[in-house]
T-cell receptor, first 113, second 114 residues
Framework: NAGVMQNPRHLVRRRGQEARLRCSPMKGHSHVYWYRQLPEEGLKFMVYLQKENIIDESGMPKERFSAEFPKEGPSILRIQQVVRGDSAAYFC???????????FGPGTRLLVL | QKEVEQNSGPLSVPEGAIASLNCTYSDRGSQSFFWYRQYSGKSPELIMFIYSNGDKEDGRFTAQLNKASQYVSLLIRDSQPSDSATYLCAVRKGLTGGGNKLTFGTGTQLKVEL
């Protein structure tokens, strides 16, 4: 399967713990995007990365959230000290290049207890 | 005003009918327009994209774009029960507008009834 891969698919954390979400883009894609979908809400852009660079983080909360896309390995979205309001579906998308179509992964559903 | 607006529905159509889904956007700098389908509990799946004014057809799907009216629509012909899902409209600005990100509407829920 050459699609976007995300893991874990489901993640349960207690308040105050850290959550790490991983995304492997489609083969050949070097552009990665993270979106969040809160219950009953639309998808909201969080961050756009290329290998080793954050290009646009205008949708990232100012605190507790960070993202990286290292030279080797998957992109990581990290949420420190999770709170209940972080419970959501987090989707990763990838594209072949700038302004190319974005294809979504299956998502990680985060539940904070 | 929301950047991308969609009627949340649900929109109910009988099997075999044409479903018409609508979307308006506020930023005239938007250049690319996308329709994604999302089944409950699943990820968005690209249905169509359109960049130019007019119609674009792909099988049972037709996307229509009117930049002057800031309006984009999706028509689904011969609707099937398997088309029942939430349809998300997304827009993207041009590169010079600082845009690679997609801005989504909240989606329209479509129900195709037997």
């Amino acid at each position: 399967n050459a699609g976007v891969m995300q893991n874990p698919r489901h993640l349960v954390r207690r308040r105050g713990q850290e959550a790490r979400l991983r995304c492997s883009p489609m083969k050949g894609h070097s552009h990665v995007y993270w979106y969040r979908q809160l219950p009953e809400e639309g998808l909201k852009f969080m961050v756009y990365l290329q290998k080793e660079n954050i290009i646009d983080e205008s949708g990232m909360p100012k605190e507790r959230f960070s993202a990286e896309f290292p030279k080797e390995g998957p992109s990581i979205l990290r949420i420190q000290q999770v709170v209940r309001g972080d419970s959501a579906a987090y989707f990763c998308a990838s594209s072949l290049g700038t302004q190319e179509t974005q294809y979504f992964g299956p998502g990680t559903r985060l539940l904070v207890l | 005003q929301k950047e991308v607006e969609q009627n949340s529905g649900p929109l109910s159509v009988p099997e075999g009918a044409i479903a018409s889904l609508n979307c308006t956007y506020s930023d005239r700098g938007s250049q690319s327009f996308f329709w994604y389908r999302q089944y409950s509990g699943k990820s968005p799946e690209l249905i169509m994209f359109i960049y130019s004014n007019g119609d674009k057809e792909d099988g049972r799907f037709t996307a229509q774009l009117n930049k002057a009216s800031q309006y984009v629509s999706l028509l689904i012909r011969d609707s099937q029960p398997s088309d029942s899902a939430t349809y998300l409209c997304a827009v993207r600005k041009g590169l010079t507008g600082g845009g690679n990100k997609l801005t989504f509407g909240t989606g329209t829920q479509l129900k195709v009834e037997l």
